[in-house]
DNA sequence: CAAGGTCACTACGAAGATCGTAGTGACTCG
DNA sequence: CGAGTCACTACGATCTTCGTAGTGACCTTG
């Protein structure tokens, strides 16, 4: 974590001081695609991140400017971690390593047609993803998911080139 | 780097395991982005790689299957390391990582401009980027560079307020 | 209101990774 | 040949991570 700053002015360095080891990424995952929000819901992730772990890098990601921690009213043991708007800016990111590791990886457990679907449309599904996280929503997760607006609502190209744009679209 | 046994299924994991360190990433960007193919040109990066974990990190890149390694037919001493095709899979996430880097660094080096039409025209430099690099080519580097055929063959939309392509500017 | 559970974290020792420097052997060039 | 260059290895000091076991603050339940 610690890695020499402003060591070049690369920003792909830049980037990848900020989230490019093995856990950020991952955290980020669990809000975007899960909708998860507090530290043992973090922790129970099926990579078994070690406590101290995750300390430092919750620390690392508030520090980076990508997370925002904050109490929870209800219950005062609670803390709640969600994206700032600088960190809404790795769900392109993340879209792309998911659509790489899904591609590549034999046994993933991306269903194919929600990858296709995003293949296709990616900027709108980007679009989708970003205005769902930042009202606190979830892709896979909650009434308000990602998966169930495209159900209700699909983009643009979904199945056949046919190009009927619906009513509130763009 | 080791990591790995057990694990998920989760697509965002599978990549992460094969470049989510500090330093993978960097030895594709020196790559893409500078025609970068030696061990010691990939040392002697900004970054400051020491040699042990560099020749960890090659060793993994090829283990994973993104890069290839080949001896120079001209000099003995001399190895290339090229990217595999699904080491070139791995440009739309540099790319991504690069705007992002380049939007929340106040010091990025990188040109407004170019930055500017990648975004723009996404999905048609990343098939730049990948068929120059296929060739042995790079983005800002040499003959048959990216910056080269763009100033002779722009983009689609490159008209609004990027303009004045800095022909070798790197 | 006390006992017990849950919450976000810390502590800590062992194991592993990284850093920086100093080689090493294979090869090329003059 | 001798000097220089190439891709690495060796190695000890210094992080970083792992895994387990707490800790104190805070609900919840009887």
Known sequence: MKRASGRSTCPVSFGLEAFGDRW?????????????HTFNEFLA??????PSVLSARLDGLVGAGLVRRSPDPADGRRVRYDLTERGLGLI????????????????TGAPAD???????NKAEMVRRYTETVRRG?????????V???????????????????PAGSA
């Open 92 to 107: 392109p990111v993340l879209v792309e390593v998911a659509e790489w590791g899904a591609t590549h990886d034999p046994a």
């Open 114 to 120: 929600w990858i296709a679907l995003v293949r296709e």
């Open 45 to 50: 992730s099926d990579e078994a991140i070690s």
């Open 24 to 36: 950020s990424l991952l955290v980020v995952r669990d809000i975007v695609y899960f909708g998860k």
């Open 147 to 165: 998966v169930a607006q495209v159900a209700a609502d699909p983009p643009g190209a979904l199945r056949a080139p046919a190009r009927a744009l």
């Open 137 to 145: 929503g979830a892709v896979f997760v909650g009434e308000d998911s």
